[in-house]
């Protein structure tokens, strides 16, 4: 009988690698998608701007939809389905995630688009949030936040694969041919995640009311105010990446998705680092991340008027930023405790509203007249104050506020 239980729990690990690997390649490859649709629109908003008939300001506002989607959508699907199967919900989200995208491609007007951006964004955070927890669950201890990387990695991939591709593919053929290759990744997902996805116990006791009480951990609440703060800088300079490389660094419209493709294979070292220093040390490792990133994004409205110097500084403003979101949901997944599933699927809220936030403001101040180096200024700023927030989350978990709560 002594022998039983490392036999037992050796056979239990063999066979949670035979599962992890295909696992994680179907989760990846729905993270690529969503990758795609989430930053191709920001590489395509003058085509989006033409065809719709709006200006280029308001087709950022699809951005912003896609963004509120996500908002929305992730603390409801997280405490609605609190008792659903993961791998089952997982798949639900992809195949609504799908249905978006289709309905993006037949919107056929300004308003029906931001709709269907709207519904597109809805199982986006939730999607991630379910997906690190399973990949955690996959990987077994220790290794959290690198699973978590690894779940990341699709949507690191989606810079350098999908949307330029994606961007391209809209350039040539119309920018709802873009969004026809995104619903076409989620229906393989849907294939694959069905066929390769095992079963992953659910916690003992999940339940709406339990994931409802994470609403009162005051840590959870300042780590997605970090993200939102700190993690807007990056948006609000890519966001408008290409109308700035092209009016700012010269470089030429046809070589933009090249462009994309440099941030996003930055976005991909970014992920792996990030996966490796917060598994290390997670809060020096946030701090460092958010003060290179305001350092990167200051400097960018220097380097912007040269083209090599500005394709250097982007990828560095894209290995940081990266960086940042593995460590921010191991961060969540630390501080939790039995709302695992509200926090992790709240994080990408967190980031949809930085999203958000770092649009609209980009937005702002090229509207105003200042240029498109005056977002990479706001976005430094940004980034310095997401140090303040988690300044104060760090100092109220050292005074023992880590079991506190909004209540007190």
Do not use: C
């Not at 795609?36 to 008939?53: C, H, N, S, Y």
């Not at 930055?266 to 490792?285: E, F, T, Y």
Request: no cysteine; hydrophobic share 55%.
């Amino acid at each position: 009988m002594k022998t039983s239980q490392p036999v037992q729990a050796i056979a239990e690990t063999r066979g949670q690698s035979l599962w992890r690997a295909p696992a994680i390649l179907a989760i990846m490859l729905g993270s690529f998608g969503i990758g795609t649709t989430e930053f191709v629109a920001m590489g395509l908003l003058p085509e989006i701007a033409a065809g719709i008939g709006v200006t280029e300001p308001a087709a950022g506002h699809t951005i912003s939809a896609y963004a509120f989607g996500v908002v929305v959508g992730a603390p409801l699907i997280a405490i609605g389905a609190a008792r659903v199967p993961r791998r089952r919900l997982l798949i639900a989200l992809m195949a609504a995630f799908t249905v978006g995208n289709a309905a993006t491609v037949f919107a056929p007007n300004y308003e029906a688009l931001l709709a269907a951006r709207f519904v597109a964004g809805l199982p986006h955070g939730a999607y991630f949030g379910v997906a690190a927890l399973v990949a955690a669950e996959l990987a077994g201890p220790g290794v959290r936040a690198r699973a978590v990387a690894q779940v990341m990695l699709g949507l690191s991939i989606a810079n350098v694969a999908g949307v330029p591709a994606a961007t391209a593919l809209g350039q040539h053929f119309g920018w709802r041919s873009a969004f026809v290759l995104v619903a076409v990744i989620g229906v393989l997902t849907v294939v694959f995640l069905n066929r390769v996805v095992p079963d992953v116990a659910m916690p003992a006791g999940s339940s709406p009311l339990r994931e409802l009480n994470g609403f009162r951990n005051i840590q959870i609440w300042l780590t997605l105010l970090t993200g939102i703060v700190g993690f807007g800088g990056m948006f609000a300079v890519y966001t408008y990446i290409s109308s700035t490389v092209q009016q700012e660094s010269g470089v030429p419209r046809s070589l933009v998705p090249a462009v994309l493709m440099l941030y996003g294979a930055g976005m991909i070292v970014g992920n792996i680092i990030g996966g490796v220093l917060a598994d290390r040390s997670l809060k020096p490792a946030l701090f460092g991340l958010f003060a290179g990133l305001s350092a990167l994004l200051a400097l960018f409205t220097v380097t912007a008027g040269t083209a090599p110097l500005a394709l250097v500084n982007l990828v560095f403003i894209s290995i940081f930023g990266a960086a940042l979101v593995p460590a921010l949901q191991t961060r969540l997944m630390d501080v939790a405790r039995d709302a695992q599933t509200l926090a992790a699927t709240a994080n990408h809220s967190a980031l949809n509203v930085a999203n958000g936030v770092g649009a609209l403001l980009g937005g702002k101040v090229i509207a105003a007249g200042y240029g498109y180096t005056a977002p990479a200024a706001v976005g430094a700023v940004l980034a310095a104050a997401g140090i303040g927030v988690f300044a104060v989350a760090v100092l109220l978990e050292n005074a023992g506020g880590r079991r506190g709560s909004v209540t007190g």
